[in-house]
């Protein structure tokens, strides 16, 4: 089998299918070609023993801060030399400044889109071949030179005949036998190295080699990303904090995309975000709370934003320029992790151990009780600090000691989640370390969680107000103080739909259950608490009932105010 007619037969029979990601005909077609994978990983370890041998002698002989400029930049063309695969991890530790030295990070960044181009006669072939036309009939004016090149293609600026201003992507050429090789290889050694790791880490290896691919070769079909910027853009359409290109599908295929092109400041570009008159503080919220809709309300996120896929335009908006890896969480997923949250807000590590396990964190078999104290050792501080002290090396290092502890594990389905979190917690540290991620996500987290109507999320909402079938009180009132600092929470409408379920059906066992706890906690009058009980029975006529629901309101929302402002 050739290698054309190989990558052919992992395409459906459609001309618009994607091409799918198959680990078992990539392994038959490589066993078969040893010599393939022994060529490529010779030139992988001497690449990097040459560069580790480097930097051990300069630190022997006292030359380090001598040739520091000299070896982050041999470390970039390393990177670059091995292709997308290795490129896409330097992108991800280009967000990283709390793990790269400064002059390291300052290469790795040129990893984002200033990368070494391919010429242009064979981009303007590729463009005419996919798009079955001239280059001048489909473009009114193009840019005669790339205007930026990453790890997959490189872009032209270029205007249409109808006069809309346009970026225009085109993959590099031969991208697939380098890839297909590298996961193949990746793979292989994830089995090899599994025995050296903490025993769950180490099984699920192969399994997040596997989601890498799958989301990689999605990347590499233009189609496919031209799907996931619809999509992206439908679920954005009522937010006016979020830009999403159009795509021209005229000019676009699965090599070649087209899609409007967008005016604004790379997210690492600081001079020119202050020169446009931006806060940097308003930029990161922006992207955490976009963040935590993609994650929380949509499913469907974006797991590679790093600066060069993110643009602050002059009006306040943050762009998305490349929805090319792209994933989708189911319903159940995203209630828990909104509830995970919440739980971390109350301290309440019992609740969150068994969120850990509904999330695949720990099976189902598992003993969290000695896991509990340990959980609220490495989380117990995260509420009020800065990204800073609360980030995710912080706790990837302490979870690795607990690896070893206790059996968590990282399931495959959240690989891309920590991808796209631990990017996106680079960036806040890069425009400002002490930004408080918490205090954007925490009150998102807790307006969801009040407002939401769907009957998944109110049984998520109950499951935190509740413990030992008592009402906490402390977490609601907790929750709407941290909710209010959100600008886009408004109580009254809340109020309502909480009475809206508590008069109902379902909201029976509610109103019970709040009752018991006013009459524990002497928020009420008797007589008052007379009468709730009659609405408990439904002895009450409904305007009767209105009023008694009016006075209740009132008289708990001055109990609230009065808690706030105490």
Request: glycine share 4%.
């Amino acid at each position: 089998m050739t290698y054309s007619s190989f990558i052919a037969s992992q395409r459906g029979q459609e001309s618009d299918s994607i091409l799918k990601y198959d680990p078992r005909a990539i392994a038959r077609y490589y066993n078969n070609r040893p010599w393939l994978g022994l060529f490529r990983s010779l030139k992988i370890v001497t690449l990097f023993s040459v560069f580790v041998i480097q930097l051990y002698l300069d630190k022997i002989f006292n030359q380090e801060e001598k040739n520091k400029l000299k070896r982050a930049e041999r470390l970039r063309k390393i990177l670059t030399s091995l292709g997308a695969a290795f490129i896409k991890v330097g992108q991800a530790l280009s967000t990283r400044p709390d793990l790269i030295k400064p002059d390291f990070l300052e290469e790795l960044i040129k990893l984002q889109d200033q990368l070494p181009p391919f010429d242009n006669e064979t981009a303007f072939d590729i463009i005419e071949r996919e798009l079955d036309m001239p280059v001048n009939q489909a473009y009114k004016e193009i840019s005669p030179n790339p205007v930026a090149a990453a790890s997959l293609g490189q872009v032209y600026r270029a205007t249409l005949h109808t006069g809309e201003a346009v970026a225009v992507k085109v993959q590099r050429p031969k991208l697939l036998p380098v890839i297909t090789l590298d996961l193949y290889l990746l793979r292989l050694g994830s089995k090899w190295i599994a025995p050296f790791l903490p025993l769950n880490l180490g099984h699920d290896l192969t399994l997040i080699v596997d989601e890498f691919g799958i989301k990689l070769f999605e990347e590499i079909d233009y189609i496919n990303e031209g799907r996931n910027a619809e999509k992206f853009a439908a679920n954005f359409r009522d937010d006016d904090d979020v830009k999403v290109p159009h795509i021209y599908w005229r000019y676009t295929s699965h090599k070649v995309l087209t899609l409007e092109w967008i005016n604004g400041c790379k997210l690492n570009d600081f001079d020119s975000i202050r020169a446009a008159g931006l806060d940097p503080s308003d930029i990161i919220k922006v992207g955490v709370t976009s963040g935590l809709r993609q994650l929380l309300e949509h499913g469907f996120f974006h797991a590679d934003p790093h600066p060069g896929n993110l643009f602050a335009m002059a009006d306040g908006r943050m762009a998305y320029i490349d929805f090319g890896m792209m994933d989708q969480l189911d319903e159940h997923t995203k209630e828990t992790i909104a509830s995970s949250i919440v739980q971390l807000i109350n301290g309440d590590y019992e609740a969150l151990a068994r969120d850990f396990v509904d999330l695949g964190f720990l099976t189902a078999d598992t003993d969290i009780t000695p896991i509990i104290p340990a959980l609220e050792k490495v989380l117990g501080n995260a509420v009020g600090q800065s990204v800073a002290d609360f980030n995710f090396k912080t706790i990837t290092d302490d979870f690795s000691e607990l690896m070893y502890e206790y059996p968590f594990r990282v399931p495959a389905k959240f690989a891309l989640i920590i991808r796209s979190l631990v990017t996106q917690e680079g960036l806040a540290l890069s425009l400002n370390p002490d930004f408080k991620i918490v205090e954007v996500s925490f009150p998102y987290i807790s307006r969801r969680l009040l407002t939401e109507e769907s009957p998944a999320m109110r049984r998520r909402l109950l499951e935190v107000l509740f413990k030992d079938d008592k009402f906490q009180w402390e977490r609601l009132e907790n929750m709407i103080q941290i909710a209010k600092s959100d600008h886009k929470f408004d109580l009254l409408p809340t109020a309502g739909l909480g009475f809206q379920y508590l008069v109902s059906d379902e909201g029976d066992y509610l109103r019970r259950q709040i009752i018991s706890a006013l009459v524990e906690d002497d928020r009420l009058h008797t007589e008052e608490v007379r009468r709730l009980w009659q609405l408990v029975q439904g002895d009450l006529q409904p305007r009767k009932l209105f009023d008694v629901a009016v006075n209740a309101v009132k008289n708990f929302s001055l109990d609230l105010v009065q808690t706030g402002s105490n």
